[in-house]
């Protein structure tokens, strides 16, 4: 039938290579494990510097409105006060 010192020479060589192969998936773990954390790190400083950046454009959103506004009433606020002007030269 088989070679008794080949079959187990084929037995060795199978439990070499899962315990390579359980190696490495311990190794991805561990190394998706402290991915994850920097990815947390990472998110953490994004939100905290997400948070001032979103009230600033806010805050321009608002003065950009107010000098749209403000722009557009401004040739009527100059044609009322031409004669106010004119008067005061």
């Not at 998110?43 to 403000?70: D, F, R, W, Y």
């Amino acid at each position: 039938m088989v070679d008794q010192n080949l079959l187990t020479l084929f037995l060795a060589v199978t439990a070499v290579a899962v315990l390579i192969q359980t190696g490495m998936i311990v190794g991805f773990l561990l190394i998706s494990a402290k991915l994850t954390r920097h990815v947390d790190q990472t998110l953490e400083l994004v939100g905290k510097s997400v948070g001032p950046l979103h009230a600033t454009t806010e805050n321009l959103q608002t003065v950009s409105a107010n000098i749209a506004e403000l722009t557009s009433k401004l040739p009527e606020v100059l044609r009322k006060l031409e004669p106010w002007i004119r008067h005061a030269a």
